[in-house]
C-alpha cells in the first residue's frame, strides 16, 4: 500500500494549487490526444505519457534511450520466463526498439499489439507443446540439471532448443508433484485408494501438471484478448519512472480505494479456490449472500453479470479477477450463475450492499505477565475512509484501542506494523500525535526541491508510557514514517529488521469523465503518481535504507531480496536539514536497554537457529536443481526441513497468556458470525506463539525497569 490523499478529502477540502495545475494538465492531455481516428488506448497512452513528463518528482526523459528500455521490459513482462518467445520473435519486433517514445508521443500503437498477436501465436504451439511432453513418462533416474533463474535465461534459439526449454521444466514440474505424491503414500499405506504403483504415480502427477498449466494459459490467452494486455504494457511504462507509479484500469481502481478503506460494496462471500473452481469458502452473516438463503458454502461461480448485460464466463480467472467482477456500487445488481452441490446450475440476482472488513482494522490484546499486563495493538495497514465522515480512519481506531488498554492498566505497549505496507499520509501525522504533544513528524519535498514539514499540533497526549514499535522487511512507507518519527523522538524502542525501504509519496489522479459520482470511478481509471520524497526530522530518508531497529531480529526472508532497494527503478537516497524538534525521554537509557537485549537474543537457540538457516537459505537459493529423484528429494527434504525448522522455531513451545480486551470479548467469543470470530481466536492463538512478541514483551519490561 502506497501514501496517498482520497480525491474524495480533496473534494471536501480546499484543492492545493499543485492538484489544480495537475487537474488541468490531464484534461489538457486527453484533449491534446483526442484527434480522429485516435484509439481510447492511444489517448490514455499519450496522456499518462504527458503527466509522467510533466508532473513525476523525478522523470526520466522520453526518448529513444528510454524506448529501449519500455521494449526490453515489455518482452520480459510478456514472458518473463523467457520460454515462449523465439530469439527470431525478439529479432523481428526490434523494429520497434527505438520508436516506442513516438507512441508514448502519439504516434500510432503498433508495438503491443504486434508483440501480443505473436505471443498468442506462440503459447498456442506452447500449449500443444507440453501436452506433447507431458504425455509420456519421465525418467528420474536420469543425471541432469534445471536453473529456474529467470534473469539468466534467454530466449531460445529456435523450436528446439525451445522444446528441451519445456522438456526440463515440464520435468521439474512433474518431479516436484510426483514427490509430493511419494509421501502422501506413504503416510497412507494403509489406504486402498493409495495402492498404487510408481508409475501409476508419475502419470497422475504429469495429469496435475497438466490440469494447472492449461489452466495457467487459458488466463494467459484471456489477457491477450483483452483491455488487460494493455494495461500490462501501460505498467511497464509508468514502472520504469519508478515502483510505485502505476496505472489503476477503473476496476483496478476502485479496489485500490477499497483496500485503503477498508469498505467495499458487494454480496458478502469469501471466494476460495478449489483446483481451479472458484466456490464460496463462507458467508457474512446479514450480508446479500446470507440473506437470500440460496447462496450456500461451496458453491462453484460459473459466470458473472453486471444487471442485464451479458454474462462473463469466469473459468480460469483467479479469486482475485472474480471478487472485482462480484464488487461494484451500492444498490447495483449483480446476477451470478451458480454451479449446485447436486450438479444443477441456478442464476441468483444480489443487490450490493456495503461489506465492512473489520478484520482489517486495528485490534488489540492483553499480554498477562507476571508482573504486570503489556498491550498489544495490531495494525495491518494506514488506512482511512475518506468516503464517510464516520468512516474508519487507523488513527481514531488506534486511539480507541489505546483507551481500552489503559482501561486494563498495561504497563507498556506494542504497536505491531510488521507487513504493514503503508497507507494514508495524514494518517501517519495524526496517530504520531497520539504518543507525543506536538512537533514535526515528517518532511516532504517536491520535484522543484521544496520542502516542506507535516508536524502534529495538537498538545495532547493519549499516551506516554513505554512503548515499542514491531517492524520487518515488509513495513513499508507510513509504517517507516511513524517508526522513524518514533526513533527520532526517542519516544519508544523499535524492534524487528531492517524495513523496506519505501521513502516516496503518491497520489492517485483520476483519468477521464466520472461514471460513478459516490465510488469516484472514473472513464479510464486513475493513475498513481509520485509526487514527492519524505524525510526523516532527522533529515535523513527511509528511499533505499528504510528503518535500521533499535533492537535487530533474525530476518529469515532477508535472502529473497524483496526491498526497495532490490528494484531497478527506485529513486536514489538522500537527504534534508534536520528539522527543529526535541527528544523525549532524557531519563532513559536506550543504548542500555538496546545492549541487554541484543545479549538475550544472541544467547537464544531459537534466533541463532534462525539466522544460520537464513545464511544457508541465502547461499542456495540461485543454485541450479537436479532432476534426479534421489538427488532432487535430498534437496528438498533439507530444504523443507529448513524453511519448516524456521516455522517452528518462531513458535514458542509455551504460549503466551494473551487475552482479548474486556470491551472486545463478544467478538472472539459469542460472535454471530462464528466463523468470524474463529478467525478472530485464531489470531490470537498466532500472537500467543509469536516469539518475536514475546522478545518486544522483554524489551517493554526492561524499559520498565528504568523508566
Not at 503414500?185 to 494403509?190: A, F, G, K, L, P
Not at 518486544?696 to 519490561?701: D, E, F, K, L, Y
Request: glycine letters at 6%; proline letters at 3%.
Amino acid at each position: 500500500m502506497q501514501l496517498k490523499i482520497s480525491k474524495i478529502m480533496l473534494r471536501r477540502t480546499v484543492l492545493p494549487a499543485m492538484l489544480v495545475i495537475l487537474l488541468g494538465v490531464m484534461l489538457w492531455a486527453f484533449k491534446q490526444n483526442d484527434k480522429d481516428g485516435d484509439s481510447k488506448e492511444q489517448m490514455l497512452l499519450s496522456a499518462i505519457g504527458t503527466i509522467l513528463e510533466q508532473k513525476h518528482y523525478s522523470p526520466k526523459t522520453i526518448d529513444d534511450n528510454f524506448s529501449k528500455q519500455v521494449f526490453s521490459k515489455y518482452l520480459e513482462a510478456l514472458n518473463p520466463e523467457k520460454d515462449i518467445l523465439l530469439k527470431s520473435d525478439v529479432s523481428y519486433l526490434k523494429k520497434y526498439e527505438l520508436t516506442l517514445d513516438d507512441e508514448i508521443h502519439g504516434a500510432p500503437l503498433n508495438f503491443y499489439t504486434d508483440a501480443a498477436s505473436i505471443y498468442l501465436k506462440r503459447v498456442d504451439e506452447v500449449m500443444q507443446l507440453y501436452k506433447d511432453i507431458l504425455s509420456k513418462p519421465f525418467d528420474f533416474t536420469v543425471k541432469e540439471e534445471i536453473n529456474l533463474d529467470d534473469d539468466k535465461a534467454d530466449f531460445p534459439a529456435d523450436d528446439a532448443a525451445r522444446k528441451e526449454q519445456w522438456r526440463k521444466r515440464l520435468k521439474y514440474m512433474t518431479l516436484d508433484q510426483y514427490t509430493d505424491l511419494l509421501q502422501q503414500r506413504s503416510r497412507n499405506m494403509n489406504d486402498t485408494a493409495w495402492n498404487k504403483t510408481d508409475a501409476q504415480l508419475e502419470q497422475m502427477a504429469r495429469t496435475k501438471v497438466l490440469t494447472v498449466l492449461d489452466r495457467s494459459f487459458n488466463r494467459e490467452k484471456l489477457i491477450l484478448n483483452n483491455q488487460e494486455e494493455f494495461n500490462r504494457y501501460v505498467n511497464v511504462i509508468t514502472d520504469l519512472m519508478d515502483p510505485h507509479t502505476e496505472y489503476f484500469p477503473p476496476v483496478e481502481s476502485r479496489s485500490f480505494e477499497e483496500d485503503l478503506s477498508g469498505r467495499f460494496y458487494g454480496i458478502g462471500a469469501q471466494l476460495k479456490d478449489d483446483d481451479g473452481a472458484i466456490k464460496i469458502a463462507s458467508l457474512i452473516t446479514g450480508s446479500p449472500a446470507w440473506k437470500s438463503q440460496k447462496v450456500q458454502v461451496n458453491d462453484e461461480i460459473i459466470k458473472v453479470a453486471q444487471g442485464k448485460d451479458e454474462p462473463v464466463d469466469i473459468r480460469g480467472y483467479a479469486v482475485t479477477d472474480v471478487v472485482k467482477l462480484i464488487r461494484g456500487t451500492k444498490g447495483t445488481e449483480v446476477r451470478i450463475t451458480f454451479k449446485k452441490a447436486d450438479g444443477t446450475t441456478q442464476v441468483i440476482s444480489l443487490i450490493r450492499d456495503e461489506i465492512v472488513q473489520d478484520e482489517q482494522f486495528a485490534r488489540s490484546a492483553v499480554i498477562n505477565q507476571p508482573n504486570g499486563k503489556i498491550g498489544y495493538i495490531y495494525l495491518p495497514e494506514f488506512y482511512a475512509d475518506f468516503e464517510r465522515q464516520d468512516g474508519n480512519r487507523c488513527s481514531q481506531d488506534v486511539a480507541n484501542e489505546i483507551i481500552k488498554l489503559k482501561k486494563e492498566n498495561v504497563q507498556g505497549i506494542i504497536l505491531d506494523l510488521r507487513n504493514n505496507g503503508g497507507g494514508s499520509l495524514p494518517e501517519v501525522v495524526n496517530m504520531v500525535g497520539l504518543f507525543i504533544k506536538q512537533g514535526p513528524v515528517v518532511q516532504v519535498k517536491d520535484r522543484n526541491g521544496k520542502p516542506a514539514i507535516l508536524s502534529d499540533n495538537d498538545t495532547s497526549v493519549l499516551y506516554d508510557g513505554p512503548l515499542a514499535v514491531m517492524v520487518n522487511e515488509f513495513s513499508a512507507s507510513a509504517s517507516e514514517i511513524f517508526a522513524a518519527a518514533i526513533q527520532d523522538y526517542k519516544r519508544g524502542i523499535i524492534v524487528g529488521s531492517d524495513t523496506y525501504g519505501k521513502g516516496t509519496v503518491q497520489r492517485t489522479l483520476p483519468l477521464g469523465k466520472t461514471l460513478d459520482i459516490f465510488s469516484g470511478q472514473t472513464e479510464y481509471g486513475t493513475l498513481k503518481l509520485t509526487f514527492e520524497k519524505f524525510y526523516r526530522i532527522n533529515g535523513g530518508s527511509t528511499q533505499l535504507k528504510g528503518v535500521t531497529p533499535d533492537v535487530a531480529l533474525p530476518d529469515p526472508y532477508d535472502y529473497l531480496k524483496l526491498r526497495e532497494k532490490d528494484q531497478p527503478s527506485a529513486l536514489a537516497w538522500d537527504q534534508l536539514q534536520k528539522a527543529n524538534y526535541t527528544q523525549l525521554n532524557s531519563d532513559v537509557n536506550w543504548n542500555a536497554i538496546a545492549s541487554d537485549a541484543k545479549n538475550r537474543i544472541q544467547t537464544n537457540t531459537a534466533f541463532n537457529t534462525i539466522v544460520k538457516n537464513e545464511e544457508w537459505l541465502k547461499n542456495n537459493a540461485d543454485k541450479n536443481y537436479s532432476l534426479n529423484l534421489q538427488d532432487y528429494q535430498k534437496e528438498q527434504n533439507l530444504l523443507k526441513t529448513t524453511v519448516k525448522q524456521d516455522d517452528s522455531l518462531s513458535r514458542l513451545t509455551t504460549p503466551m497468556d494473551i487475552q482479548p480486551v474486556a470491551e472486545d470479548r463478544s467478538k472472539y467469543y459469542s460472535n454471530a458470525d462464528s466463523l468470524k470470530g474463529d478467525r478472530y481466536l485464531q489470531w490470537l492463538k498466532n500472537v500467543q506463539k509469536d516469539i518475536y512478541v514475546n522478545e518486544t514483551v522483554n524489551v517493554i519490561q526492561d524499559i520498565n525497569k528504568v523508566h
